[in-house]
């Protein structure tokens, strides 16, 4: 069987990629149902872009890498294909779109848009040994028991990374680019909940369930939303987003309700409400068990009354930069994206092109640039995946 392209991975990226019209084009997937990641994120209505989507909120060995392919498909690109395939979508907060219905919808505008391409979908099918001579890409595929020998000009590596290995995520990628001379970085869990071991563990696991507005630090990175107590650390989306940042070994700097100045304001209920406990006054701005536990942690007891300005600051201390070191994250099982991948020095910006190897393409998650959470990872779904699929029509 002979085809201009090649696309292995029916998600974000290579579904896009696809959509642009390289020619006669196959996508292949190992999954039953082509964009799984889609059809489960944003809670069922797929956070598809970010209104603010920029280079800054991207990690990558080199930072600069995603400017170009970013630049030239961009977040108000992608949302006008969605408003012409007539989804309706919502704002939720810090410039995060979703679906008004539902994910699944985001999906079948990629399978039509795939269509109006011209481009095929094979589901179960199983890649086996891929090699490269003569210019064109030899790659076994295994479908319905029938082994069939594709032949493609260009080869396009969409499968991810190792993120919700339930999911189908494998290493796919990185073994690819090791057959063809294509270096990768290290990888490892992102966007992900921290864990906790001894007694550092015991003291959080009576807040488990219990959730505020903090603002995290790590390694110079900081953010400010939700802090979600677990039965095995902290998640929520302020912690997914510093667990980028963060590395064995690391403190995190936690300040619980950041929009508060408790120095001040205890300060004054001195004067009016001394008779009061400092957990029940904490617990006016803070779950009640978090209120008593940072009091507890602060050594302080008494009532407001009791307290001077010193044993105050004390106590502020606790509630502005309470620190705490993980002794893990929950891995891949549960990580919405992978760090790291596919060395960028080893890709050209502008086509996502092996520089090594004319016809490889490597697009989405499985290259070492992973955003933010909030949509962003979508969005350097689409713009990869369409830096390459134009660069390949317009061979």
């Not at 001894?198 to 009576?206: D, H, I, V, W, Y």
Request: include cysteine; hydrophobic fraction near 40%; charged fraction near 20%.
């Amino acid at each position: 069987m002979k085809i201009d392209t090649l696309i292995l991975g029916a998600g974000a990226a290579g579904l896009f990629c696809a959509a642009q019209g390289p020619g006669r084009c196959l996508v292949v997937d190992h999954a039953r149902a082509p964009g799984e990641k889609i059809r489960i994120s944003g809670g069922g209505r797929c956070n598809f872009t970010n209104l603010e989507t920029g280079p800054e909120n991207f990690l990558s060995a080199n930072p600069h890498f995603c400017k170009s392919a970013l630049s030239r498909f961009t977040q108000w690109d992608f949302l006008d294909l969605v408003q012409r395939h007539g989804i309706s979508w919502h704002e939720k907060t810090l410039g995060q779109l979703f679906c008004d219905d539902s994910a699944k919808q985001i999906i079948e505008m990629l399978l039509a848009e795939c269509r109006a391409a011209g481009a095929e979908v094979w589901l179960q099918t199983e890649i086996g040994e891929i090699s490269h001579a003569d210019g064109r890409f030899r790659s076994q595929l295994t479908r319905n028991g029938k082994t069939v020998e594709v032949e493609s000009r260009a080869l396009v590596v969409a499968t991810g990374g190792r993120s919700i290995p339930k999911m189908g995520a494998t290493g796919l990628a990185y073994r690819i680019a090791d057959r063809f001379g294509v270096t990768h970085v290290e990888t490892r869990p992102g966007l992900v909940p921290l864990t906790f071991g001894g007694p550092t563990l015991e003291m959080l696991k009576p807040l488990a369930g219990l959730s505020c507005e903090a603002e995290i630090t790590c390694n110079g990175a900081r953010f400010r939303e939700a802090l979600l107590f677990t039965h095995r650390g902290l998640s929520g989306p302020a912690i997914l987003q510093i667990s980028s940042y963060w590395r064995e070994g690391d403190t995190i700097s936690i300040r619980l309700r950041p929009d508060i100045d408790f120095f001040d304001s205890l300060r004054a209920r001195r004067q009016t409400d001394g008779r009061k406990s400092l957990p029940r006054l904490l617990s006016e701005a803070l779950p009640g068990r978090l209120a008593t536990l940072v009091v507890e942690q602060s050594g302080l007891a008494g009532n407001l009354a009791d307290q001077s300005d010193k044993a105050l600051q004390h106590l502020v201390g606790f509630l502005t930069d309470w620190r705490l070191a993980p002794t893990g994250s929950e891995g891949y099982r549960t990580a919405e994206v992978t760090l790291g991948g596919i060395d960028t020095s080893q890709l050209s910006s502008r086509t996502m092109e092996a520089r090594s190897l004319p016809g490889l393409y490597f697009i989405g998650e499985c290259v070492d640039v992973t955003g933010w959470l909030g949509g962003y990872n979508f969005q350097w779904a689409w713009s990869s995946g369409w830096a390459a699929g134009t660069a390949i029509a317009g061979h």
